[in-house]
């Protein structure tokens, strides 16, 4: 597989009840998921056959289920979450996602707040360089 090959999802959005603030965690509030999952596009791409890939479509009902049931106080927990799941489905796969709160509660900020993570890499290791800075 050539670096930088794999299936991208991009503003996958998700309604999920984390947060610090009792009321985000009742009432829950948008997310919006971007992921990039490092698997070799080669076989599908010869056979056009779904098993020789990664099925996003059910992976990304996975994500929507988890998010309706999800109740935790950080968005680092409930990235971490994201990444057990997709390695419980499959397997050590390298990921690279973006977990954004849409509108996070803080006086006068209209922008989000995001985590990235990495898994099932080098970088995500500790082993080799990653991301510049």
């Known amino acids: ?58 992976l990304i009902q996975a994500l929507q289920r988890q998010a309706r049931q999800i109740r935790c106080h950080t968005i680092e927990r409930y990235g971490q979450c994201i990444l057990e799941l997709i390695a419980e489905r499959h397997g050590p796969v390298p990921v690279q996602l973006e977990l954004r709160k849409c509108a996070a509660p803080v006086p006068g900020f209209t922008g989000s707040v995001a985590i990235r993570r990495a898994s099932g890499s080098r970088a995500a290791r500790g082993d080799g360089p990653g991301p510049s800075s």
């Not at 999802?9 to 009742?26: C, D, K, M, S």
């Not at 056959?49 to 059910?58: P, S």
């Open 1 to 58: 597989m050539t670096p930088g090959e794999g299936i991208v999802v991009r503003g996958l959005r998700l309604w999920a009840h984390v947060g610090v603030l009792p009321f985000e965690r009742e009432w829950g509030q948008w997310f919006e998921l971007d992921l990039e999952l490092g698997v070799d596009p080669a076989a599908a791409g010869r056979s056009d056959q779904l098993a020789d890939t990664l099925d996003y479509g059910a």
